[in-house]
């Protein structure tokens, strides 16, 4: 059993930087493929970004554009969402998630993933 939790989140101003991380237990951080997912209020929860075994990486279409980073840490167990220029559009609840694949495996994009935190509210005013 893995559980996963977030931190970093916060009240922050339009064109500010945050960085999310969130830490793992149980389990064997170096076999998961991790993600980081939003859900703002009243939406469906979405992908953002996610990094496999190998380091490899995906993004949303627009997250893809820059301004975030996903990285991860085996020796600390975790995983990190850098997040620069936010915009109020960013303000959500932002979900660490993770799942035990093979090496060769797709990141997944959809919240089929087995563990999932508690999430981490980042708030941005313009």
């Known amino acids: 059993q893995v559980q996963l939790v977030e931190s970093g989140g916060g009240p922050v101003q339009a064109g500010g930087s945050l960085r999310l991380s969130c830490a793992a237990s149980g389990g064997q951080f170096s076999r998961l493929t991790l993600g980081w997912f939003r859900q703002a209020p009243g939406k469906e929860r979405e992908f953002v970004a996610g990094i496999n075994r190998s380091g490899g990486t995906t993004y949303s279409v627009e997250s893809g554009k820059g301004r975030f980073t996903i990285s991860r840490d085996n020796d600390k167990k975790t995983v990190y969402l850098q997040i620069n220029n936010l915009k109020p559009a960013d303000t959500g609840r932002y979900y660490c998630?993770?799942?035990?694949?093979?090496?060769?495996?797709?990141?997944?994009?959809?919240?089929?993933?087995?563990?999932w935190g508690q999430g981490t509210q980042v708030t941005v005013s313009s």
């Open positions: 998630a993770a799942k035990s694949t093979i090496i060769t495996a797709p990141i997944p994009t959809t919240p089929e993933y087995s563990y």
